[in-house]
């Protein structure tokens, strides 16, 4: 009776959707709004601090402590479930996918109580700690990040206050640090004054950022290969106020910015392809984008002023 | 099974069994900044209409501005604009210029993150309740601060306050742009002489660093970009001529990082003078210098004249360590819960006597310097942030009780727990992290067991 429902609904939405992006001249992505993360109630009105597409389930996770912790939604975008509004487990910051069964590793904080970091299964049930061991000396014992992923089998803990990620086995054997001040090529006061706005890593280790003050994303590879693009201004392509950064399976790369209100999409050659979104309450457009997940060929796009997540549907990323 | 299957099995269990919830960044510079980083300009780009109804040149909605904001603004009103920067997801603790936490990062427990010494204004979503010898209580987030309009951001005008208390300024307009000048036309000039547009501003004028000096062609802007003398942002249109400033911006100066948590180290803005003079540019009739009632009326002084050598409070600061502790020396006294003006007016010498008072590092900010600065007077961010705060009336320390703190059964001093029965008086709801995070997260033990609220560091009533 729900999937029932959910078709129903899926469909109802689908009929609402028109192609709305900007492609640029001779390199063209495009996308189709589709429809707003929904209950069977309507629309989740909320404005999430993260979204994470978990790919072996096909499910978008949303984090948001403030609507109760993570809701879970079909590719469709519909809601299937919820879970970590117990205060025993305390407030989920972060969230990664370990694994096909569904566990999670998640980066959870109590008031007054340093960082932890949990294994869940799919259900939010505490399975465990994931326990850092070989931490050497000089870096936090604990897990010290705002964001955790999972990628090439290993757990990356991210701290983008400090500019650092490290690296760690899936079991909490540490590897390695990646200090990403190196890749900005900045003065002391420089990278105090330029903060990360938001950070992905993607299936290959790759670590991509952006520094909104700099007008620029970061692309730092499992090598140490730093590669670099974005420029400033108001136009398409351009970066005002860059926000959130993810990249698809098949390399393009996506960008929102908060000022413009539109997702960018460049290819694996870093050169900019289209774009998504606008500025505006209408179906489709966007206020204030930040957090950003890719998935099975669907965008999904947080949004403040409780605008919920909007799904979009990539055509021709590729620009073939 | 896959996850999808299973996730609809544990919704239809649970139907089953319930039956069925700050750094000194270089963006404004002291002056205006970069126009595209606030306004979309013409809204086109080679001809093309940049506004969404006109995206790939077909129309796709009914209204012809759709995505174009008034003022040609970048957000959609001047709150939301300014906080698409100052509004940041994911800070692990207070950062750079961030001013706001986002709601998905404060759930219920959990204090805003920034530590500015304005506040951060994520205290106006906060809501407490609690019950106190069988009677309830409230502390609405909409009475910690001033309330922003911000719709891209989720905050609301004052449903209460429809005007600036003791002034008229409407709550309904009330935003970031109200106070800080996005275009501001004053300045300081090499001799710290207030100009207008008669130079261009070289740097920010709100910092202590060397490059934060004016030279004989290159001004600095004024603390904070507040708005000055006629200033009235153009969006309140003719009638916001009613309420325009006639006070100059205040003095003052912050270090370069102001924006920590002050666990260890305080935060010291070195105020100067003409603060409460410029907070009566909207609240006159509520301030003792400027307006009605008449100076002398029933209002606790502030600004220029209020000075703390008056009565001694100078020497109760400097005494006063905490409730029944008057051990305290000037080279110790000094407590950014508790900041005054040193009654200097803007000039090359006093803006070197600010520079060296406004500091984070540890060691420099006890010193109180009152018995060098005789013409030091209280001001109304003595008592109150600028932006909001966990307390009612945006106070610095809660109001509201007679107790800032409590006892352990050792009789040390801790942040009273709300779900003590006994101490629901002094925890008002607030977890212990946000007690502290009230107070910028200044140590427990900055406090006596039972400490008595701050107005005692300049009258040691307790």
């Known amino acids: 009776m729900h999937t029932t429902a959910a078709t129903m609904l899926y469909l109802h939405l689908t009929t609402m959707a028109g192609i709305i992006a900007t492609a ?58 919820a879970f970590g509004d117990e205060a025993r487990l305390g407030w989920i910051q972060s969230l990664a996918v370990l694994n096909a069964e ?14 932890d970091l949990l294994r869940l299964n799919y259900r939010g049930e505490l399975v465990g700690s994931i326990i850092l061991t070989g931490v050497p000396a000089g870096s936090a014992k604990g897990p010290d990040a705002s964001a955790v992923f999972v990628a090439r089998d290993r757990l990356y803990l991210a701290n983008t206050g400090t500019k650092k990620v490290r690296v760690f086995s899936k079991t909490g054997a540490y590897e390695s640090t990646v200090d990403l001040s190196s890749s900005l090529k ?50 398409p392509g351009r970066f005002n106020v860059a926000g959130g950064i993810v990249r698809d399976d098949a390399g393009s790369i996506y960008v929102t910015d908060v000022l413009r209100a539109v997702v960018m999409v460049f290819g694996p050659d870093l050169k900019f392809r289209g774009e998504l979104g606008g500025r505006g309450f209408a179906p ?6 930040r957090a950003i997940a890719v998935g099975d060929g669907v965008v999904f796009v947080a949004q403040g002023a409780k605008r919920g997540v909007s799904v979009f549907r990539i055509v021709n990323h590729l620009g073939v | 099974m896959n996850l999808v299957a299973r996730r609809l099995i544990v919704m239809a269990s649970a139907a089953l069994t319930l039956g069925l919830s700050g750094s000194a960044w270089a963006f404004h510079s002291g002056g205006v900044a970069e126009c595209e980083g606030c306004h979309t300009m013409h809204n086109s780009k080679d001809g093309n209409w940049m506004g969404p109804k006109y995206r790939m040149g077909t ?48 759930p219920a427990g959990i204090p805003p993150k920034q530590r500015t010494p304005g506040g951060d204004f994520g205290w106006l979503k906060k809501d407490y309740t609690w019950v106190n010898r069988n009677s309830n209580f409230a ?38 742009i109200s106070c800080h000048d996005p275009h501001p036309k004053y ?5 710290f002489n207030l100009i207008e547009r008669t130079l261009p501003i070289k740097a920010a004028g709100s910092y202590n660093g060397t490059t934060n000096a004016p030279t004989a062609w290159g001004a600095v802007g004024v603390y904070r970009i507040l708005g000055g003398v006629g200033y009235v942002p153009k969006s309140l249109g003719p009638t916001g001529n009613s309420v325009a400033f006639n006070a100059k911006p205040p003095f003052a100066i912050a270090p370069s990082t102001y924006n920590q948590s002050e666990a260890t180290n305080q935060v010291r803005v070195a105020y100067g003078s003409g603060m409460s003079e410029w907070c009566g540019n909207c609240h006159y009739n509520i301030h003792a210098n400027v307006g009605t009632p008449a100076p002398g009326a029933l209002i606790h002084p502030a600004g220029t004249n209020a000075l703390l050598s008056t009565y001694g409070e100078a020497d109760i600061y400097n005494a006063y360590v905490k409730s029944g502790n008057l051990t305290g020396s000037e080279a110790t006294a000094y407590s950014s819960l508790v900041p005054f003006e040193e009654g200097l007016t803007a000039s090359v010498a006093n803006k070197a006597t600010l520079n060296a008072h406004a500091t984070n590092a540890a060691g420099l900010t006890g010193n109180s310097y009152l018995s060098v600065s005789p013409s030091a007077n209280v001001m109304c961010l003595s008592c109150h942030r600028a932006h909001a705060s966990g307390n009612d009336a945006m106070t610095r320390w809660n109001q509201e009780n007679e ?34 995070a009230a107070v910028n997260d200044r140590p427990v033990t900055t406090f006596a067991p039972y400490q008595r609220n701050l107005c005692n560091k300049c009258h040691a009533k307790d």
């Open chain 1, 24 to 81: 640029a001249p001779g390199v063209s992505a495009s996308g189709e709004y589709l429809h707003n993360i929904a209950s069977f109630d309507g629309d989740v009105e909320i404005s999430p601090s993260a979204l994470v597409y978990d790919r072996s389930a096909g499910e978008l996770l949303v984090i948001d402590a403030s609507a109760g912790g993570v809701l879970a939604f079909t590719a469709a975008g519909m809601k299937v479930g």
């Open chain 1, 102 to 115: 569904g566990d999670y590793a998640v980066l959870v904080s109590k008031p007054g109580e340093p960082l």
């Open chain 1, 186 to 235: 900045l003065t002391d006061e420089e990278l105090r004054d330029h903060g990360i706005g938001s950070l992905s890593v993607d299936k290959d280790g790759n670590i991509l950022f952006t520094v909104p003050t700099l007008y620029a994303a970061f692309i730092v590879s499992p090598a140490g290969e730093v590669k670099s693009f974005g420029q400033k201004g108001s136009r």
């Open chain 1, 284 to 289: 489709g457009h966007l206020i204030g984008p």
């Open chain 2, 59 to 106: 129309a796709i909605g009914s209204d012809q501005i759709e995505g174009v904001n008034t003022w040609l603004l970048q957000g959609s009103d001047a709150s939301s604009t300014c906080l698409n920067c100052h509004q940041h997801e994911g800070d692990t603790g207070p950062s750079s210029y961030h001013v706001s936490t986002p709601d998905a990062e404060m």
């Open chain 2, 139 to 176: 502390s609405e987030g909409e009475r910690h601060g001033h309330n922003i309009v911000a719709a891209d951001y989720g905050y609301m005008a004052d449903t209460e306050l429809t005007q600036a208390p003791g002034g008229q300024y409407p709550a309904a307009n009330l935003s970031c």
């Open chain 2, 187 to 191: 300045r300081y000039d090499v001799d």
């Open chain 2, 403 to 436: 107790f800032l703190t409590v006892a352990d059964a050792n009789g040390n001093v801790a942040w009273a727990d709300a779900s003590n029965s006994s101490q629901q008086g002094q925890a008002q709801g607030r977890t212990t992290a946000e007690l502290a």
